[in-house]
């Protein structure tokens, strides 16, 4: 059975969809892989090696709670796929869908923020198609393809990690969830957690993107992750899978700030397995570690060492010690919580 909601599952995607991938080229060089960010294809071969091309491509759903900054999460969530693989992000089309009745001034803020964030990050739009349309509630972002090109050897594939490689993440658990519910149902959460904890909640949303983290990381790193859908503990779980490792994660070390554990509680949802875009998760060698931790850290992001890949089993490590295997979230529980906070 498919989801109800949110990505289909690892299952799904064996079953249905990893075996039927249509004509096979020999110059794919990473092509769809539950877990692995985004493709590269080789183009050519010159004196630095095998110049490669890495392509993402992401919807964005339109969520009341993300309307006014629609623009901005669309470009940083769509180009920090290509910028987990190393590689920074250069070009971008968008298929942008408008229900019935939006205003021009609507469509003006959303495109003028798609126009600012991509003059940002070096980003040129080289097309896309942008039409209205019923059935839809909210505008969408029916798909994003953002493409960068660099060298072969730069690539660092969620499928690149290696036993004896530390696990490490930045900023902490839950990000999108909590921003997004912060903002979604503000009032509510003001009464009940006050004014100080919903407005750092709400400046979680600013932290949902993984370009720069993943840029400063690329040269110290094998491999790195955003951790999207089913959170951090999915996103260490795919590392390892698609790498073909074990890993032992240590909850004592994840980051786990006051104002993400205070919306996660209230909505009674796991902030360990909770959408967390913007939490990059990255294999790093002992040695390179300290480096990467430094040159984060002198960035203004928090990065933190909470496991290790191995050669055995997938074991996440409670604070009182205990162990369990660390398997993939078949459903994520942002979702329940997001449309109990809409009916609200």
């Known amino acids: 059975m498919l989801p109800a909601i949110g990505k289909v599952d690892k299952e799904t995607f064996d079953k249905l969809i990893f075996a039927r991938l249509g004509k096979k080229r020999p110059e794919v060089v990473i092509g769809p892989q539950h877990g692995v960010d ?42 920090g796929d290509v910028a987990t693989l190393g590689v920074a992000p250069q070009y971008m089309t968008i298929c942008l869908l408008l229900p019935p009745g939006t205003s021009p001034d609507a469509l003006k803020t959303i495109w003028e923020q798609i126009d600012q964030e991509c003059e940002k990050l070096g980003i040129s739009i080289i097309g ?6 019923p059935g839809i509630s909210y505008p969408l972002n029916g798909g994003c393809t953002v493409i960068g090109f660099g060298t072969r050897n730069q690539l660092t594939p969620a499928s ?41 909640a709400k400046a979680r949303l600013w932290d949902m993107t993984v370009v720069k983290d993943a840029l400063i990381a690329a040269p110290l790193v094998h491999a790195m992750h955003d951790a999207t859908e089913g959170g951090f503990l999915n996103a260490a779980y795919e590392m390892a899978q698609a790498s073909g490792t074990g890993v032992r994660v240590y909850e004592d070390k994840i980051i786990l700030t006051d104002e993400v554990e205070a919306v996660c509680n209230y909505f009674a949802i796991d902030p360990l397995i909770s959408i967390s875009e913007g939490t990059l998760v990255m294999a790093a060698g002992e040695a390179e570690t300290p480096k990467l931790i430094e040159e984060l850290g002198r960035n203004g992001i928090d990065a933190a060492v909470v496991g290790e890949f191995t050669d055995g089993d997938r074991v996440f490590v409670r604070r009182n010690g205990k162990e369990e295997a660390l398997v993939p979230v078949k459903v994520d529980p942002f979702w329940d919580a997001y449309f109990r906070s809409l009916e609200q």
């Open 38 to 79: 985004a493709a590269a294809v080789k183009v050519i071969e010159d004196d630095d090696g095998e110049r490669v091309m890495v392509i993402a491509e992401d919807p964005t759903f339109g969520m009341p709670a993300l309307m006014p900054y629609f623009g901005w999460s669309i470009v940083h969530i769509c180009a």
């Open 128 to 133: 896309g198609h942008t039409g209205i349309y």
């Open 160 to 200: 690149n990690a290696r036993p004896g490689d530390r696990l490490i993440m930045t900023k902490g658990l839950a990000i999108e969830a909590t921003g997004v519910l912060a903002h979604q149902a503000e009032m509510e959460l003001r009464g009940a957690l006050g004014d100080a904890v919903v407005e750092k």
